[in-house]
Each structure stands twice: as structure tokens, then as C-alpha cells.
């Protein structure tokens, strides 16, 4: 029953901060959005973007997504947070693919 107690104080932590781990993104409509780069998760392709409107917008990159920097493709590594990027998506049920990606700085 000793073993218990700690157990249940670490889950008592545990949960709340796992949700607090789990960032709202939004959903937008079809279109062209500019914005600064949030969070760059490089293992699983992905970045979030915070659009001028204060939209969270999360991207996972697929094998059609372009990326370019003046007109060039670059790699995904070139992307950083704190970047600013303008993004053309498409909105497929709740999700958002990123059709281009163009850095701006």
C-alpha cells in the first residue's frame, strides 16, 4: 500500500502536464498565409506557424511539398524558428497540407 502513494502523486503531476504539452493548432481554409515559424520538429517533417492573424497552424510536409528560398529549392533543414515563411495550403478534412512553403528571410 506504500508503493501505492507515490505512484498516485506522480500521476496526480503526470497527467496535467502532458496536457499541457499538447499545443492548439487551427484549422484554416485553402489559401496563401504568411507567417513566423513556431516550432520546427525536423524528425517528423513538420512546423508550426503562427500566422499575423495569431493562428497556430501545424504542417507536416509530404512528398509534393515545395520548399524555396528566392525561387530555389532548398532542403528542410534551411527552415528555423523565428523564420518567417509564406505558406500555400490545402485543407483536407481537419488537416492542412503544406502544398509550397517559400522562406522569406
Request: charged share 30%.
Amino acid at each position: 500500500m506504500k508503493n501505492l502513494k507515490p505512484l498516485a502523486l506522480l500521476m496526480l503531476f503526470l497527467i496535467p502536464f502532458l496536457y499541457s504539452c499538447q499545443e492548439e493548432t487551427d484549422v484554416v481554409e485553402s489559401g496563401v498565409y504568411e507567417g513566423t515559424i513556431a516550432e520546427v520538429e525536423a524528425d517528423k517533417s513538420e512546423i508550426y506557424v503562427e500566422t499575423a492573424e495569431g493562428q497556430l497552424l501545424e504542417l507536416y510536409f509530404t512528398d509534393n511539398t515545395v520548399l524555396t528560398r528566392n525561387g530555389e529549392e532548398v532542403a528542410f533543414d534551411q527552415l528555423a524558428e523565428g523564420g518567417r515563411v509564406e505558406v500555400e495550403v490545402e485543407k483536407v478534412g481537419q488537416r492542412l497540407d503544406p502544398i509550397a512553403v517559400r522562406i522569406l528571410e
